[in-house]
């Protein structure tokens, strides 16, 4: 190909939540997360690299960079060849700054997926690794029937859901209304995100929620805030403790969109000697219900 036969790449325009991620991230913030599955068997590399070609096809976004524009940021397609990575750097490091906005590691029975903010929320990061996973089980094991995890279209996942559905008439007020209570933590100066790896039966998590006859979300923002409120001074139970809780906007608008379409909303409480978690969890699913 010469170079008058040079190809011109597509770029995409950042979403309306992606667009603050570019300027902020930093060393101690990539802006990056993880999803991982788990298979009962040693991944096999060269099937894992086929299953990703594939998906790409459907995914084409993925096979992008973050570029800065005059003005602003944006994704522009990539020739780079996207392969599995054998796991062996810390998770979400920042040391791949002019790479792919996603990469997948394998490591034994694990498949890891990393994603830039940038391209993707957790829905749509987690519909991609899905639809790998499949592609490549049905390659290993030689599955005939097609295991369809999502049937949108390109176009539809590459719709921009904010900038369909945002009518900009909002009359927002501040919900900060008291100073917030700030969790002392011990700094963790290598410039990389610390695992604490855990195993917990959703099912079992998910019947002790429905004792409080409540949702999964509000039992585990409940249960977070009670653990911070058992670590709290009397003096410090005085600030009010808020938490932003991710809200995906798929399950309220007509969106199959793998950019980010989520929003948040805070919720707080203010701990005293006799919180219960029971007390907790009714202040919480009412805020977040209202």
């Known amino acids: 190909m010469t170079s008058k036969e040079k190809k011109i790449k597509n770029w995409y325009k950042l979403d309306n939540v992606a667009k603050i991620f570019p ?11 993880r999803f991982s599955v788990g298979l009962k068997e040693n991944v096999d590399s060269e099937v894992l690299k086929e299953a990703l070609d594939i998906t ?36 979400c490091d920042y040391r791949d700054i002019n790479d792919l906005v996603f990469k997948v590691f394998f490591y034994k029975k694990r498949i ?4 830039n903010h940038e391209l993707t929320d957790g829905t749509g990061a987690l519909l991609f690794l899905r639809n790998l996973t499949a592609k490549y089980l049905q390659i290993k094991h030689k599955i005939k029937k097609p295991l369809i995890i999502n049937d949108s279209s390109i176009e539809e996942k590459n719709d921009d859901s904010f900038a369909k559905y945002s009518k900009n008439n909002y009359d927002l007020k501040p919900t900060y209304k ?11 100066s290598l410039n990389r995100l610390r695992v604490i790896e855990g195993l917990m039966s959703c099912s079992k998590v998910l019947e002790q929620a429905k004792k409080y006859n409540t949702t999964l979300t509000v039992y585990i923002a409940s249960l977070y ?6 670590t709290m001074s009397e003096r410090e139970r005085k600030k009010r403790i808020y938490i932003m809780i991710p809200v995906n906007l798929r399950k ?21 000697k006799s919180s219960s978690l029971k007390d907790i969890i009714a202040s919480i699913d009412k805020q977040l219900k209202d």
Do not use: Q
């Open 23 to 33: 300027p902020t991230k930093d060393k101690k913030d990539t802006r990056k997360f």
């Open 56 to 91: 790409l096809k459907e995914f084409p976004t993925f096979s992008s960079v973050i570029k800065r524009g005059l003005f602003w940021y944006y994704l522009e397609e990539s020739d780079i060849e996207a392969r599995p990575i054998l796991e062996s750097t810390p998770i």
């Open 225 to 230: 805030i009670k653990s911070i409120c058992m």
């Open 252 to 272: 309220y608008f007509d969106s199959s969109t793998t950019k980010n379409f989520f929003n948040t909303v805070n919720v707080s409480y203010k701990c005293n």
């Open 178 to 188: 008291e100073k917030a209570y700030h969790i002392k933590k011990e700094e963790y």
């Open 112 to 115: 890891s997926l990393e994603v």
